[in-house]
């Protein structure tokens, strides 16, 4: 069970913080607690979800010793492109919603070679890829920012220059 104030990932919101946990004063059995969550960087937006339901998509953010350990990783991870466009998207957002920050790191990797391999050929990358690529880099800097106590705009440069000196 989470706390008060624990920051969360909860589904393709993001990071979110929790900031209440209570009973629904609206219900007729007054037993179901609820986290009360808001997204950390995003605006007017709350979200209420029960305590103990198993299919929702809420974990703990990694520690920084985590998120150390992936960048540190970040070089080793494979990649997976798909020539099949379908199939590709269709894996891709599929590891989106894992909500796995492995797998948002893989993501970002391949799509980030493939970027370069195409515009080495004066083409881009679709646009779908590249809306898959932009969500998981949100997600990725979002959590790695709160991990790191950092802003999501560092995020990317922080890893830069920790894996040049690695």
Not at 115 to 136: F, M, R
Request: a negative charge; glycine letters at 4%.
């Amino acid at each position: 069970m989470f706390k008060l104030n624990d920051y969360v990932v909860y589904g393709l919101t993001g990071v979110c913080q929790i900031v209440d946990i209570c009973k629904d004063e609206y219900s007729c059995s007054n037993d179901i607690e609820y986290y009360v969550l808001t997204p950390v960087f995003s605006d007017n937006m709350t979200i209420k979800i029960p305590v103990n339901n198993p299919n929702i998509m809420m974990r703990a953010i990694v520690t920084k010793n985590d998120a150390l350990s992936l960048i540190d990783a970040m070089p080793e991870i494979e990649t997976i492109y798909i020539e099949d466009e379908r199939q590709r998207s269709n894996n891709f957002k599929a590891a989106l919603k894992t909500g796995k920050t492995e797998e948002w790191i893989r993501i970002i990797k391949t799509l980030h070679l493939e970027k370069e391999a195409k515009s080495g050929i004066g083409k881009n990358l679709t646009k779908t890829d590249e809306d898959i690529l932009n969500n998981a880099e949100k997600h990725l800097n979002q959590e790695f920012a709160i991990a790191l106590n950092i802003s999501p705009d560092q995020v990317v440069d922080y890893i830069l220059e920790r894996i040049s000196l690695n």
